[in-house]
């Protein structure tokens, strides 16, 4: 069976679709994977040669602009970004995109499509035919269970309004990508205008599996039978190396050795504008926990290693699965990636959500019982602490444990392997 696998963005979206791709790969399948050009070589290290997207989600995320528009929790900074995602689809390198989604989707029995490729993927099912399934780290189907976490950043009560919630968001998004919906359509040469992507996912029963642990998705009584949740895609350990992070720095190793486990804050994630003064925040409140902190952040001119009288130890990146174990919780901005990781390791965390599914991720944390959640813009050291507070609280630990037993015990990317590969036999029967 030949699977195209289309995933573009962040490293969030690239991981889930490698662990895909070599599982695929074990079982004996032909693969094509797309990447984008910031995580291409990671790709090619991991032993596949991808149809490289000519695009960087660092120009849109990583700029100095875009971190203070995110940072700032606003929405009109947000939607300026997507705007200019917009302009550089639906602009000179649109055709450049098709093309290369084109040759990787070359006859291919499956086309399993992460959210930002979802749209195009569907215009390719209406020229082809092709089977088409939506694979993804979050949820995107509507449901009065919760709201859309694209559209709102906190929990609200009513149904009604939950469930409203999607009908907003799916609207704006319906209107903001229509330029790109029209130009896909223009250059796969079908006729008719654009159609809202999400009316089309009901309308064309576009199956969608969600890589996500059912401890924090439990599958919504409304939703439909064509969306699944499959559990977490943990990734093998063969392809940590392909991301740099097989080998712990010894520093690193020593430090840890040396006291307490630590709390892990990953600020990565997060649109930290002032890293000097995000690091001796940081210091401060462990210093009110009589606590460490290990802590991974970017920024030039950093005192990487051991400083703060040696209770900050700060880092680029490092093995999650042989470092988190070392940890007693995590403060982070609740990319699914992230959460579910540290969820696996039984760690109770602090979720800092910048936008999109975070909000979500940092609702089932605090819903769970295993820590607690705020918005970026809110970050103070009183805020901080108090959430720490809570993590760190008998009750928090214990249940984090339990449920870290639980998530340990799932494969998702089998899982999802299973599902796509009997979606793709129903489809040809």
Same mark, same amino acid.
């Given at each position: 069976?030949?699977?195209?696998?289309?995933?573009?963005?962040?490293?969030?979206?690239?991981?889930?679709?490698?662990?895909?791709?070599?599982?695929?790969?074990?079982?004996?399948?032909?693969?094509?994977?797309?990447?984008?050009?910031?995580?291409?070589?990671?790709?090619?290290?991991?032993?596949?040669?991808?149809?490289?997207?000519?695009?960087?989600?660092?120009?849109?995320?990583?700029?100095?602009?875009?971190?203070?528009?995110?940072?700032?929790?606003?929405?009109?900074?947000?939607?300026?970004?997507?705007?200019?995602?917009?302009?550089?689809?639906?602009?000179?390198?649109?055709?450049?995109?098709?093309?290369?989604?084109?040759?990787?989707?070359?006859?291919?029995?499956?086309?399993?499509?992460?959210?930002?490729?979802?749209?195009?993927?569907?215009?390719?099912?209406?020229?082809?035919?092709?089977?088409?399934?939506?694979?993804?780290?979050?949820?995107?189907?509507?449901?009065?269970?919760?709201?859309?976490?694209?559209?709102?950043?906190?929990?609200?009560?009513?149904?009604?309004?939950?469930?409203?919630?999607?009908?907003?968001?799916?609207?704006?998004?319906?209107?903001?990508?229509?330029?790109?919906?029209?130009?896909?359509?223009?250059?796969?040469?079908?006729? %008719? *205008?654009?159609? &809202?992507?999400?009316?089309? =996912? !009901?309308?064309?029963?576009?199956?969608? #599996?969600?890589? +996500?642990?059912?401890?924090?998705?439990?599958?919504?009584?409304?939703?439909?039978?064509?969306?699944?949740?499959?559990?977490?895609?943990?990734?093998?350990?063969?392809?940590?190396?392909?991301?740099?992070?097989?080998?712990?720095?010894?520093?690193?190793?020593?430090?840890?050795?040396?006291?307490?486990?630590?709390?892990?804050?990953?600020?990565?994630?997060?649109?930290?504008?002032?890293?000097?003064?995000?690091?001796?925040?940081?210091?401060?409140?462990?210093?009110?926990?009589?606590?460490?902190?290990?802590?991974?952040?970017?920024?030039?001119?950093?005192?990487?290693?051991?400083?703060?009288?040696?209770?900050?130890?700060?880092?680029?990146?490092?093995?999650?699965?042989?470092?988190?174990?070392?940890?007693?919780?995590?403060?982070?901005? %609740? *990319?699914?990636? &992230?959460?579910?990781?540290? =969820? !696996?390791?039984?760690?109770?965390?602090? #979720?800092?959500? +910048?936008?999109?599914?975070?909000?979500?991720?940092?609702?089932?944390?605090s819903a769970l019982g295993i820590g607690d959640d705020f918005p970026y813009?809110?970050?103070?050291?009183?805020?901080?602490?108090?959430?720490?507070?809570?993590?760190?609280?008998?009750?928090?630990?214990?249940?984090?444990?339990?449920?870290?037993?639980?998530?340990?015990?799932?494969?998702?990317?089998?899982?999802?392997?299973?599902?796509?590969?009997?979606?793709?036999?129903?489809?040809?029967?």
């Amino acid at each position: 069976m030949r699977i195209t696998l289309l995933t573009a963005g962040t490293r969030g979206d690239h991981q889930p679709y490698l662990a895909l791709a070599d599982e695929f790969r074990s079982r004996g399948h032909d693969v094509a994977i797309t990447a984008t050009e910031n995580y291409a070589e990671v790709v090619r290290r991991a032993g596949f040669e991808p149809h490289v997207i000519p695009f960087n989600s660092a120009e849109l995320l990583e700029t100095p602009a875009a971190k203070r528009a995110l940072s700032s929790g606003k929405t009109l900074p947000f939607v300026k970004i997507m705007r200019d995602t917009v302009r550089i689809i639906a602009g000179e390198r649109g055709e450049q995109i098709h093309e290369v989604l084109s040759a990787a989707c070359d006859s291919a029995d499956a086309i399993v499509t992460c959210a930002s490729t979802l749209p195009w993927a569907m215009e390719r099912r209406e020229k082809t035919g092709q089977t088409v399934v939506g694979c993804l780290p979050y949820p995107l189907e509507r449901t009065a269970e919760f709201p859309s976490s694209f559209m709102v950043k906190r929990m609200v009560s009513p149904r009604w309004l939950r469930r409203a919630s999607y009908t907003g968001f799916e609207t704006a998004y319906g209107l903001a990508y229509r330029r790109v919906d029209r130009r896909m359509r223009e250059l796969n040469g079908l006729p %008719g *205008g654009p159609r &809202n992507p999400f009316r089309r =996912l !009901r309308d064309d029963s576009i199956p969608l #599996v969600h890589m +996500v642990s059912p401890i924090l998705l439990p599958k919504p009584a409304d939703w439909p039978d064509r969306s699944t949740v499959v559990g977490a895609p943990i990734m093998p350990e063969r392809l940590r190396a392909a991301w740099g992070e097989q080998s712990l720095d010894p520093a690193l190793t020593d430090w840890l050795d040396e006291g307490e486990s630590p709390i892990y804050f990953c600020m990565t994630g997060m649109p930290v504008l002032d890293p000097a003064a995000c690091t001796e925040l940081i210091a401060a409140v462990c210093r009110r926990l009589d606590a460490r902190a290990l802590v991974t952040l970017r920024g030039d001119d950093l005192p990487y290693g051991t400083g703060h009288d040696r209770r900050v130890h700060l880092v680029r990146s490092f093995d999650y699965d042989r470092v988190l174990p070392r940890c007693r919780a995590v403060v982070h901005h %609740g *990319g699914s990636g &992230n959460t579910q990781d540290v =969820l !696996r390791a039984g760690l109770p965390a602090v #979720v800092i959500g +910048v936008h999109s599914d975070q909000f979500f991720y940092g609702w089932r944390i605090s819903a769970l019982g295993i820590g607690d959640d705020f918005p970026y813009p809110r970050l103070t050291e009183d805020r901080l602490h108090r959430a720490l507070v809570r993590a760190l609280s008998p009750e928090s630990v214990t249940r984090a444990a339990e449920l870290g037993a639980l998530a340990a015990a799932e494969n998702g990317v089998g899982a999802a392997a299973d599902t796509i590969e009997r979606l793709v036999v129903a489809a040809t029967v």
